[in-house]
Nanobody, 127 residues
């Protein structure tokens, strides 16, 4: 059974950091492009970042560039999202997702293009 499980969310003060993890089971993560998405109350789901199947090619939303970093550890079948200098507007439920694709050196941050989703983890940035 294919499963993605996010962890690492929580409450953090503005300017703080969190590292989210996305652990895959039932499939080999490096056969998929991986994306991180977030959804705040009353807002549409936003593509935060993604990483390609090979060579770790990444893409970021403008709102998180320079603050968030996506990496993958294929040996651990896990993808991470390091979030630094967090702001209140980063508050949302964060989801990771896997995309079946033959494209190895590119990723996209379009939610409907992703095939498997985790259950999400809450990130709250507040003083």
């Amino acid at each position: 059974q294919l499963q993605l499980v996010e962890s690492g969310g929580g409450l953090v003060q503005p300017g703080g950091s969190l590292r989210l993890s996305c652990a895959a089971s039932g499939f080999i993560l490096d056969d998929y492009a991986i994306g991180w998405f977030r959804q705040a109350p009353g807002k549409e789901r936003e593509g935060v970042s993604c990483i390609s199947r090979r060579r770790g090619i990444t893409s970021y939303a403008e709102s998180v560039k320079g603050r968030f970093t996506i990496t993958r550890d294929n040996a651990k079948n896990t993808v991470y999202l390091q979030m630094n200098n967090l702001k209140p507007e980063d508050t949302a439920i964060y989801y990771c997702a896997a995309r079946v694709t033959t494209v190895q050196l590119m990723c996209i941050r379009n939610a409907p293009s992703y095939d498997y989703w985790g259950q999400g983890t809450q990130v709250t940035v507040s003083s």
